[in-house]
């Protein structure tokens, strides 16, 4: 999608959906509204150097499966790349943000999250803060994982607000990163969604998204894009 649809207007990207929507499907038009509605920000990831793109892959699917919207990736040592094998298509529903120009791309990451209003809840079986039963869910928060490997970095657990981890009773003491985030996302969203928490998207959110989504619906968006801005100046 054009990077300055985001410096847009609230008029001018409605109108703009509006235009892309003539070259969707009813059908799938139909789909977008019904996914939208059950999409939220409320919940986000961040995934500091995970080094097995299948792995960080299958994060992807299970968040666009939960409904969440927003995932973060910081690259320090290891560059992300998706496995579409894995990731299924669930890439282009959601929206990606990567930290790797920084010589801190964690912090990159999360302090203006944190400026956001977001909670840093770190995944760590080292604390015993909370489990996905019982973290407070009343303000957005970003659910920190790190690498499978050797988990978080100091500067990360240094950064998290809070901690939480999965309870177990075996002699392995961690999950599959992408396991993990399943158990996670299905205790943590079906609360949400049965409480009193307003966590769906804003209407300036929902109209943001759903522009993502046409455009990755198309054939050479950017090209109608920039056709539909030359003659409808803001």
């Known amino acids: 999608m054009i990077t300055d649809i985001e410096n847009l207007d609230s008029t001018t990207k ?6 892309l929507f003539g070259f969707v499907s009813d059908e799938r038009k139909a789909r977008f509204y019904e996914i939208i509605s059950l999409r939220t920000r409320h919940i986000i990831i961040i995934l500091e150097d995970i080094y097995q793109p299948h792995n960080a892959s299958a994060v992807l ?14 690259e320090n040592r290891n560059k992300y790349e998706v496995n579409p094998d894995v990731a299924l298509g669930s890439a282009k529903w959601l929206t990606l943000f990567k930290y790797n120009k920084t010589a801190s791309n964690t912090s990159s990451c999360i302090m203006p999250l944190k400026e956001k209003g977001y909670r840093i809840v770190a995944t760590t079986p080292h604390t015993d803060d909370f489990t996905p039963d ?13 690498t499978e ?30 396991v993990s985030a399943a158990i996670f ?7 949400l969604r049965k409480s009193s928490v307003h966590w769906a998207l804003n ?23 920039r056709d539909f801005l030359k003659k409808n100046p803001e």
């Open 134 to 146: 019982n973290l407070p869910l009343g303000s957005r928060f970003a659910l920190l994982f790190g």
């Open 203 to 225: 209407e300036q959110e929902k109209t943001d998204v759903l522009l993502h989504w046409a455009s990755n619906s198309i054939r050479k968006p950017d090209i109608i894009i």
């Open 61 to 74: 699917r299970t968040c666009d499966c939960f409904g969440l919207q927003d995932i973060h990736i910081i």
């Open 149 to 178: 490997l050797n988990g978080l970095s100091e500067e990360a657990i240094g950064l998290a607000d809070q901690f939480i981890k999965i309870p177990m009773f075996g002699f392995t003491e961690s999950l599959n990163i992408s």
């Open 14 to 19: 409605t109108r703009l959906l509006e235009h």
């Open 185 to 191: 996302l299905h205790t943590l969203m079906n609360r």
